[in-house]
């Protein structure tokens, strides 16, 4: 069955992909809003540097859903004039990065001694989770929208590898993937100034750079993938062993590719986006097998919350977390004040901040679940 086909037929959502997608921003919430950074069970931790953890699926994981729901967005796309595809996708692309320009900037203001004091806007960060959505979004959409599905395949090989020539032949040997010796670092660092990049790993380097989005656009012509062929397949038992088979293969080469190019989120190398999308296939599969094949749905309304707001709640999760940490109680930042005295006080370090993180993830379903009953859908 053709692109053209299927968008001859009814409009349909294959419910799993939601969930996958409502999953995926619940997951966002949970590791990004520890009750304290120094104490995180392993599995809610990125990778040091190579390898990968639970935690380093949830942003590939994203991006793969954000194919999904390509494959049903475009199809409007295909018969209608270039100016109207492009004003789109311009229009929504520029709208995302600039929301993510906001959250690098807000609340505008510090903490210095106790005092509010104006942030220096020069030296915000420039990059960062939602920047990265926006241009992958705006250059998967045109990969896609221009070469259809097999040639975008072709093109997602040739980045993949390419990507990996150019942190080989530009890094600096003989450890060119290391954090101090990468080419992403290099090509960000002539684009912008240091003060311009996340400090998180000791240094000035962003993990959502400029030249490592390349490979992560591959994700989401993986996510496109996957959409157009879980609807030409149906949601049948032979579409999730198709999957999970694919998830092997993905995950099969990934490994073997890791030994020459390391799996490795900071610098999204294209074993991690093999890696990654391995493993979302596999998850992908067994959501439609519980909930399409199986029919068990009744536990499926928490991330269903999510799934209907994804970026608001997404965005909302982080400016109330910011403005905790410049809201003064009893001299304190709100969110350490809320931590010591309702989960430090009874738990122990890790459970504590796990507990944290979990009602701060309560709390935005609330708002989602809110949103929801009220019909309010905020799309971007």
Same mark, same amino acid.
């Given at each position: 069955?053709?692109?053209?086909?299927?968008?001859?037929?009814?409009?349909?959502?294959?419910?799993?992909?939601?969930?996958?997608? #409502?999953?995926?921003?619940?997951?966002?919430?949970?590791?990004?809003?520890?009750?304290?950074?120094? *104490?995180?069970?392993?599995?809610?931790?990125?990778? %040091?540097?190579?390898?990968?953890?639970?935690?380093?699926?949830?942003?590939?994981?994203?991006?793969?859903?954000? +194919?999904?729901?390509? /494959?049903? /967005?475009?199809?409007?796309?295909?018969?209608?004039?270039?100016?109207?595809?492009?004003?789109?996708?311009?229009?929504?692309?520029?709208?995302?990065?600039?929301?993510?320009?906001?959250?690098?900037?807000?609340?505008?203001?510090?903490?210095?001694? +106790?005092?509010?004091?104006?942030?220096?806007?020069?030296?915000?960060?420039?990059?960062?989770?939602?920047?990265? $959505?926006?241009?992958?979004?705006?250059?998967?959409?045109?990969?896609?929208?221009?070469?259809?599905?097999?040639?975008?395949?072709?093109?997602? =090989?040739?980045?993949?590898? +390419? *990507?990996?020539?150019?942190?080989?032949?530009?890094?600096?040997?003989?450890?060119?993937?290391?954090?101090?010796?990468?080419?992403?670092?290099?090509?960000?660092?002539?684009?912008?100034?240091?003060?311009?990049?996340?400090?998180?790993?000791?240094?000035?380097?962003?993990?959502?750079?400029?030249?490592?989005?390349?490979?992560? &656009?591959?994700?989401?012509?993986?996510?496109?993938?996957? #959409?157009?062929?879980?609807?030409?397949? +149906?949601?049948?038992?032979?579409?999730?062993?198709?999957?999970?088979?694919?998830?092997?293969?993905?995950?099969?080469?990934?490994?073997?590719?890791?030994?020459?190019?390391?799996?490795?989120? #900071?610098?999204?190398?294209?074993?991690?986006?093999?890696?990654?999308?391995?493993?979302?296939?596999?998850?992908?599969?067994?959501?439609?097998?519980? $909930?399409?094949?199986?029919?068990?749905?009744?536990?499926?309304?928490?991330?269903?919350?999510?799934?209907?707001?994804?970026?608001?709640?997404? =965005?909302?999760?982080?400016?109330?977390?910011?403005?905790?940490? $410049?809201?003064?109680?009893?001299?304190?930042?709100?969110?350490?004040?809320?931590?010591?005295?309702?989960?430090?006080?009874?738990? /122990?370090?890790?459970? %504590? /901040?796990?507990?944290?993180? &979990?009602?701060?993830?309560?709390?935005?379903?609330?708002?989602?679940?809110?949103?929801?009953?009220?019909?309010?859908?905020?799309?971007?």
């Amino acid at each position: 069955m053709s692109n053209q086909n299927l968008a001859s037929k009814p409009h349909q959502r294959y419910f799993a992909l939601d969930i996958l997608r #409502g999953m995926t921003i619940a997951l966002m919430i949970l590791v990004n809003t520890p009750g304290s950074w120094s *104490y995180i069970y392993a599995p809610f931790k990125h990778a %040091a540097w190579h390898g990968f953890t639970p935690t380093d699926l949830v942003f590939p994981a994203f991006l793969f859903v954000i +194919g999904n729901a390509m /494959s049903f /967005s475009l199809r409007k796309y295909e018969t209608a004039s270039a100016q109207l595809f492009l004003k789109k996708v311009f229009k929504r692309s520029v709208l995302i990065f600039l929301i993510g320009l906001f959250l690098s900037a807000f609340p505008f203001v510090y903490r210095e001694a +106790g005092e509010l004091a104006f942030k220096d806007l020069s030296q915000m960060r420039i990059m960062g989770v939602l920047q990265r $959505i926006a241009l992958c979004y705006l250059f998967a959409s045109l990969i896609i929208h221009y070469f259809k599905l097999k040639k975008s395949l072709i093109i997602a =090989v040739l980045i993949l590898l +390419g *990507y990996w020539a150019m942190l080989y032949f530009f890094g600096n040997h003989p450890a060119p993937y290391s954090l101090e010796n990468n080419a992403a670092l290099k090509f960000d660092r002539l684009l912008l100034p240091q003060e311009n990049l996340w400090k998180g790993f000791g240094m000035a380097f962003d993990p959502e750079g400029f030249l490592s989005t390349l490979p992560a &656009i591959v994700n989401v012509i993986f996510g496109y993938t996957a #959409g157009v062929f879980i609807q030409k397949s +149906g949601n049948t038992l032979k579409t999730v062993w198709k999957l999970a088979a694919a998830s092997v293969v993905f995950l099969i080469i990934a490994l073997i590719w890791d030994i020459w190019f390391p799996i490795n989120k #900071g610098i999204w190398t294209s074993s991690f986006v093999l890696y990654s999308t391995g493993w979302t296939l596999l998850l992908l599969s067994v959501l439609i097998l519980i $909930i399409e094949v199986w029919k068990m749905k009744g536990w499926t309304y928490f991330f269903e919350a999510f799934g209907k707001n994804p970026l608001f709640i997404f =965005v909302m999760s982080g400016l109330i977390v910011m403005l905790m940490n $410049i809201i003064y109680i009893e001299g304190r930042a709100m969110k350490p004040w809320l931590f010591e005295k309702f989960y430090l006080s009874w738990l /122990s370090n890790y459970n %504590a /901040s796990l507990a944290f993180a &979990i009602s701060y993830m309560v709390l935005m379903w609330l708002l989602g679940y809110w949103l929801d009953k009220k019909r309010i859908y905020i799309k971007v």
